[in-house]
């Protein structure tokens, strides 16, 4: 009696602990990504306009070629959309 006792105790107190039986994952906050890929594609868009400016493109013509080459490279973020 006693042994079963124990065994059913332990068995419970497995089942009952909170890694084993929650399944569900943590939801992601896409605030925050989108918040960082919108912070990466300014500073890509600004750091290649100048390098573009020192090549002596244009100033417009220069940030609209790095917004189109961010476009290409990186259509898997968010940002590139927009």
């Known amino acids: 009696m006693k042994r079963s006792f124990l065994s059913c105790l332990l068995l419970s107190c497995l089942l009952s602990a ?3 039986h929650r399944s569900k994952q943590p939801k992601e906050n896409t605030a925050v990504a989108t918040e960082v890929e919108e ?4 500073r890509w868009i600004e ?5 573009l400016v020192t090549q002596g493109l244009r100033a417009d013509l220069a940030r ?19």
Not at 64 to 82: C, G, L, N, P, V
């Open 18 to 20: 909170g890694c084993w």
């Open 39 to 42: 912070a990466f594609k300014q």
């Open 47 to 51: 750091k290649r306009s100048a390098e």
């Open 64 to 82: 609209q070629q790095a917004i189109d080459e961010f476009r290409a490279r990186y259509s898997f973020t968010r940002a590139a959309d927009k």
